[in-house]
């Protein structure tokens, strides 16, 4: 069996073993488990914050109107949902779809780094605050990291971070919709250098976080 074969056969069993997951209290108030979507094989992820009524209902991520913007976006890079892998830090709905809380995130935390062990994505686009501070390991928030990509090692493998604006925050703010489409106009030229295919060193180069930008933490993004 080759290499392929056998992580697609892994990511499968493994979706259907979190499918029965009561490792916290959301379990109880779930239609279902919202795994993820996509490719199991892409060499991008993007990781949103948690299943809202739609998904809930429907069992897949993004299929609101947060996730229509998520689509239009791709498109707008010459991406479409197959092409990519779309999950959650939390794989169940919050009641109300409130913020996620610590022991919810710590409860679900292995099952996003399975999925990114098992897909192996080499670029995994953050969206909003508490998929980048998860997987960032750091503190600061969405407005001051976002558009500026850093390499993490998540589990055992190094890849190119990416935080971005979560597309429900740009849904009703055409300023924070300008930021997100610019950053991800970006998206390409970060793949090809993940996936160490071309682009100059210069390019490579990007510029610092700036620290007099404000530290604004997005309640729910
Ligand atoms: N918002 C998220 O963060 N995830 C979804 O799946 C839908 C909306």
Redesign the pocket.
């Known amino acids: 069996m080759t290499d392929a074969v056998e992580r697609a056969e892994a990511f499968r069993d493994y979706a259907e073993q979190t499918a029965g997951c009561t490792k916290c209290a959301l379990a109880g108030g779930r239609t279902q488990v919202?795994f993820g979507s996509g490719n199991p094989d892409a060499q991008v992820m993007f990781v949103?914050?948690?299943?809202?009524f739609?998904?809930d209902q429907q069992g897949?991520?993004?299929?609101?109107q947060?996730?229509k913007l998520l689509e239009r976006l791709l498109e707008g890079i010459g991406l479409t949902r197959g092409d990519v892998y779309?999950a959650?830090?939390l794989k169940c709905r919050p009641p109300g779809n409130r913020d996620p809380v610590p022991d919810e995130i710590a409860a679900c935390e292995p099952h996003l780094f399975r999925q990114i062990e098992l897909i192996e994505p080499t670029l995994v686009a953050s969206?909003?605050n508490?998929?980048t501070k998860l997987l960032s390991g750091r503190p600061a928030g969405i407005t001051r990291v976002h558009g500026y990509e850093q390499e993490v090692t998540l589990g055992t493998r190094k890849v190119l971070l990416y935080p971005l604006y979560?597309?429900?925050a740009a849904l009703y703010t055409p300023s924070m919709l300008k930021v997100l489409e610019q950053d991800f106009a970006r998206i390409p030229d970060l793949l090809a250098r993940s996936t160490g295919e071309q682009n100059p060193p210069e390019e490579q180069e990007s510029p610092e976080p700036v620290d007099a930008q404000p530290t604004v933490q997005l309640g729910l993004f």
Do not use: D, Q, R
């Open positions: 919202v949103g914050e948690a299943p809202g739609h998904e897949l991520p993004f299929v609101g947060a996730g779309i959650n830090v969206l909003g508490f998929a979560h597309p429900a």
